[in-house]
């Protein structure tokens, strides 16, 4: 036989292909439009599946009007009414002239809904915008419909992005381990990938693996889970460390300011946590006065309270401290007492202020939302007090160090009489520390209204914590109250999942009443003379 | 002899305070009882009820001012040998509601019936016996201060610290004591009881019987407190508040003499709570609250600090006070009140009311001599 007839003879045998091709889209989509007429709901979800798997090109105006219950049909033919109220032929996408008379709206029921979902799943797959197309593919590894199998693998087949391209074959992956008659080979490839994927998800897929599979590829299915498993168990743990992260930043912002008035004076501020009450009230002041006077400010509301929340607590430390303990310096027990009293005082001209219910502090847009880090759920405002306790830390460790004042504090922490003979005028020493203690505890209320109820009880429920956390970490060293603080946060979020929060809180007040015995002074205690003083 | 220990030293103060307490634990009810409501002496129930409630208070005052007025230990956690106390009792008077409960379970409280529990925790074994309920009341909370300060002592935890470990063991209770898990009624605590030892807890006649046996038990636990304080004993302890590194070097053994003190007043604390639950009728983790041990703290403070008679007095006083000032127009303004008062106290009666009433009285008798100055307690 000649070349030419060869040719010619295949061109015929792939003319004849064509032909029946194209006419057996034809067919197919007269099927879909004659069951669509019919009306009933098994014949509905059938012409939804032939329309979406033979990508006839109206499918997704169809499906979007049959969700939306706009889809026409009757004798005469299958229309959609438009969003705007005119009318199109369903079958070419031609506008209609005028509204078609004997045709009424398709019916839905749960099923149909579920197969109309399933299909704007499928339809989304050949959205032009990436990001669509990702979630289309997410959409369709939840559901596995195996009705969608030949529409992800032409998408697999045309995807560019990768991102949507994982997606695109993460929900293959599903479908092939769902589908009852899938290849073997392919099963394993598709384990492989939802391995990879391990999150939740892809476990309950693994999962849907059916009873029939071969013991080599249950084998695989076991492993593949064993795996997914412990990377699961490994980012829990890495969440809850985040969590408790994120606590003992609250407990640092808390607990730091006491820490400097206990580390400097020796002077137990009962009172502490109403200077934190004090700067979240501020911030809800400040932010009742940008609401009323200044709305476009408001993303600025907090870096507007932070000073004047310093300022407000510090005025009300320095003036506590020259009123009342200046006067019981040398009887600390008795200190306590009286600013236990003040506490009272505070709680209730706060109560008698504002009410005693919980106030609304509004958060700047920057601090809402949340992103996800790999397997980690981070939400920005707990993101934003960790560098702001960060912040905070080093600022103070910084006027310790680097200022005057700083060097002046620590002469009086150290040796209080010396420090004195050397000209230090230890009284003014004693205010100014007071309310830089008293004024960063302020600092600590702004940052705490964005997370806690702003009440007049906000103070108690933090202040024996934030001893907790400076008995253990020890007086007159800031960087014991930063590892006592991030100690105490993430025991405390660690043990949460295995004894729950109450239990867990419990257990760790019981090991620092064990650990107080161990080391009376804290972990990083004072040495020398200072001690017995 | 024991009374010849106990009377021994008794002074004037002391001799008058154990007066009025006898005196009112015999008239007061048989007033109570006897008279007819139309009597000026006549005595009515409520205000019964609600100074048994103050004398309850005025013995865990007592208690607290042995360990923080001689011993030096503030404690903060003292409301929760209170409250553990009350809790025993409140077991025992929880067995004795029976099958009188809204749920009729013979055998479980409400509570535990709700919670669908289907038998009694073995930690609520033997409870419907009186006379266990009572060594527990005075068992409970002496094993915990026991345990607690032989950790504590031993360790020379001293100070603001032992007062912050202290708060923080009555703040753990508290948590614990919340939980509806634990098995004592969570949130809600133990209520609605209905008798005791057979009697009818909301009778008049239970209700003066209960007052004038809270007046002997306060007369008991002050003669305890007292006989500790003027023994030998009471020496050393004094002498480990005022320098506690002193008597350690002349070779006491610090930590038993204060295990020793401690022990016995978180039992009199309990006491005085398993005495206080049958007169309010409940008995709830609230009392667990580090707030009310700070406040039991300042009614001694007021009162008078190593006083003992003054730490009653002082308890006396400020829950008048509070009954007084939270019950009319003025309730918003208690806690400025309260406030006011431990900064007013700290301030400027360092020796409380009856320390400074004393001072004056001495004064005014001998005009030209110094007052005999008591060294003033050291921290």
Redesign the interface.
């Known amino acids: 036989m000649s070349l030419f007839h060869r040719l010619k003879h295949a061109l015929v045998i792939l003319v004849a292909l064509v032909a029946a091709s194209v006419a057996s889209i034809a067919q197919t989509a007269d099927e879909a439009f004659t069951r669509l007429a019919a009306d009933s709901y098994s014949d509905t979800s059938r012409a939804i599946e032939i329309l979406v798997s033979s990508a006839h090109p109206n499918a997704a105006l169809i499906v979007e009007a049959l969700n939306d219950g706009r889809l026409l049909a009757g004798p005469g033919g299958v229309a959609v009414k438009t969003a705007a109220g005119g009318f199109v032929d369903a079958r070419t996408g031609q506008a209609l002239p005028a509204a078609p008379v004997d045709m009424k709206p398709v019916r839905l029921n749960n099923a149909v809904r579920r197969a109309v979902q399933a299909a704007l799943g499928g339809l989304g797959l050949l959205n032009p915008d990436p990001a669509k197309r990702t979630a289309a593919a997410e959409a369709v590894f939840k559901s596995r419909d195996a009705g969608l199998l030949p529409i992800v693998e032409a998408a697999i087949g045309k995807e560019t992005n990768p991102r949507a391209l994982a997606a695109l074959r993460q929900a293959q992956a599903a479908i092939l381990i769902a589908k009852p008659d899938t290849q073997p080979l392919d099963r394993f490839a598709a384990i492989e990938v939802l391995r990879e994927r391990a999150d939740q998800d892809a476990l309950a897929t693994l999962r849907a693996l059916p009873g029939d599979a071969t013991p080599a590829l249950k084998d695989a299915q076991a492993k593949a889970i064993a795996t997914i498993e412990g990377r699961l168990k490994l980012w829990a743990a890495a969440q809850n460390l985040w969590y408790g992260l994120s606590l003992g930043s609250v407990l640092l912002l808390a607990a730091i300011g006491l820490a400097i008035t206990f580390g400097v004076m020796g002077v137990i501020n009962m009172a502490h946590g109403e200077m934190v009450m004090l700067g979240a009230y501020t911030t809800f002041v400040v932010q009742e006065l940008i609401r009323n006077h200044a709305p476009w400010l408001f993303d600025w509301s907090l870096a507007i309270a932070l000073p004047a929340a310093f300022v407000v607590a510090g005025a009300v430390g320095i003036a506590i401290e020259r009123g009342v303990i200046r006067f019981l310096y040398g009887r600390p027990l008795e200190t306590l007492l009286a600013t236990w009293g003040i506490s009272l005082i505070l709680q209730q001209a706060v109560r008698t202020a504002f009410g005693p219910t919980n106030r609304e502090v509004g958060a700047p847009s920057f601090m809402s939302g949340a992103f996800e880090l790999g397997g980690l759920a981070i939400t920005y405002n707990r993101l934003w007090i960790i560098v702001f306790a960060a912040l905070v830390f080093a600022a103070l460790l910084a006027i310790l160090k680097l200022t005057p004042m700083g060097l002046q504090m620590r002469a009086v922490t150290q040796n209080r009489r010396m420090a004195s003979a050397m000209g230090i005028r230890t009284g003014r020493i004693d205010a100014l520390t007071f309310g830089l203690g008293s004024g960063v505890a302020g600092l600590a209320g702004v940052a705490l209204s964005q997370i806690d109820n702003v009440s007049p009880n906000l103070g108690q429920s933090y202040i024996i914590d934030s001893f907790m956390v400076v008995v253990f970490g020890g007086v007159g060293n800031l960087w014991g109250t930063v590892v006592g603080a991030m100690t105490l946060g993430v025991a405390n979020k660690l043990l949460e999942p295995y004894a729950g929060a109450v239990l867990g809180k419990i257990a760790l007040l019981v090991c620092i009443i064990l650990f107080i015995q161990k080391r009376p002074r804290g972990l990083f205690a004072l040495k020398g003379r200072a001690v017995e003083a | 002899m024991i009374t010849r220990f106990l009377l021994q030293n008794m002074d004037k103060r002391g001799g008058i305070f154990l007066a009025i307490l006898l005196g009112s634990a015999v008239l007061v009810p048989l007033s109570n009882l006897l008279l007819p409501a139309s009597s000026p002496f006549h005595v009515p129930t409520s205000t019964l009820s609600l100074w048994g409630k103050y004398l309850c208070y005025a013995l865990l005052a007592v208690s607290l001012d042995l360990v923080w007025g001689y011993c030096g230990i ?1 404690s903060l956690g003292h409301g929760a040998f209170f409250a553990l106390g009350g809790y025993a009792m409140g077991m025992y008077l929880m067995r004795q509601i029976g099958s009188r409960g809204v749920y009729g379970n013979p055998i479980l409280p409400d509570f535990m019936v709700f919670l669908n529990w289907q038998e009694l925790p073995w930690y609520w074994w033997g409870f419907s016996s009186f006379p266990f309920a009572m060594l527990m009341v005075l068992a409970v909370p002496g094993l915990l201060a026991f345990v ?1 300060g032989w ?2 002592f ?8 032992l ?3 202290t ?3 009555t ?2 209770l508290l ?2 004591f ?2 509806n898990d634990m098995g004592f009624g969570g949130n809600n605590g133990l209520t609605d009881f209905k008798d005791i030892l057979g009697f009818n807890i909301q009778a008049q006649a239970t209700r003066a019987a209960l007052f004038s046996l809270t007046c002997i038990m306060l007369a008991a636990g002050f003669l305890i407190a007292r006989g500790i304080v003027v023994s030998k004993l009471g020496k050393v302890v004094t002498a480990i508040r005022d320098a506690e ?1 002193r008597t350690r070097f002349l070779g006491y053994r610090v930590d038993r003499f204060k295990l020793f003190v401690f022990t016995v007043s978180a039992c009199m604390a309990g006491v005085a709570g398993a005495l206080y639950v049958p007169q309010v009728g409940i008995i709830n983790p609230s009392e667990f609250a ?2 009310n041990s ?1 406040e039991t ?2 009614w001694v ?1 007021v009162g008078g600090r190593g006083t003992l008679v003054g730490a009653a007095l002082g308890a006396v006083v400020v829950n008048w006070a509070k009954t007084l000032f939270t019950s009319g127009f003025m309730a ?2 208690w ?2 009140a ?6 007013v ?3 400027f009666l ?1 020796k409380g009311i009856l320390g400074t009433a004393e001072a004056i009285w001495a004064r005014r008798r001998k005009p030209d001599s110094t007052p005999a100055a008591e060294p003033a307690p050291a ?1």
């Open positions: 503030l607690f950790f504590a031993r360790s020379r935890v001293t100070g603001v610290y007062s912050i470990i708060q923080a063991l703040y753990a948590l614990a919340f939980r590194s580090p707030a700070i703290v300042i403070a918003p303004y806690l400025f309260l406030g006011g008062l431990f900064v106290v700290t301030l360092p921290e």
